[in-house]
């Protein structure tokens, strides 16, 4: 397996639907979905702007491959391990 870069620093941009984050080069790395009211947010069930927020902001303040393999963990296929489950 090829080893992959993200160099910091990462930035956040907020988006119409959330949040993203994007390393030194403007590549997307992390989209994170939200609603305005916590009453839209639950139906959409994704997190509301605050929350979104902060998740975003964690995950440029932890620039690591960790935190890339802990976001796409529920992603993955339990059995396969690829992407897309």
């Given at each position: 397996?090829t080893?992959?870069?993200f160099?910091?620093?990462?930035?956040?941009?907020?988006?119409?639907?959330?949040?993203?984050?994007?390393?030194?080069?403007?590549?997307?790395?992390?989209?994170?979905?939200?609603?305005e009211?916590?009453?839209?947010?639950?139906?959409?069930?994704?997190?509301?702007?605050?929350?979104?927020?902060?998740?975003?902001?964690?995950?440029?303040?932890?620039?690591?491959?960790?935190?890339?393999?802990?976001?796409?963990?529920?992603?993955?296929?339990?059995?396969?391990?690829?992407?897309?489950?």
């Amino acid at each position: 397996m090829t080893s992959r870069r993200f160099p910091s620093p990462w930035q956040v941009e907020q988006t119409p639907g959330g949040f993203k984050v994007l390393d030194a080069n403007g590549q997307a790395l992390v989209y994170i979905y939200a609603r305005e009211t916590k009453a839209e947010a639950d139906i959409a069930k994704v997190l509301t702007f605050d929350e979104a927020r902060r998740v975003a902001a964690h995950h440029r303040a932890s620039a690591t491959k960790h935190a890339i393999l802990l976001l796409f963990a529920p992603l993955r296929d339990s059995e396969t391990g690829n992407l897309g489950a």
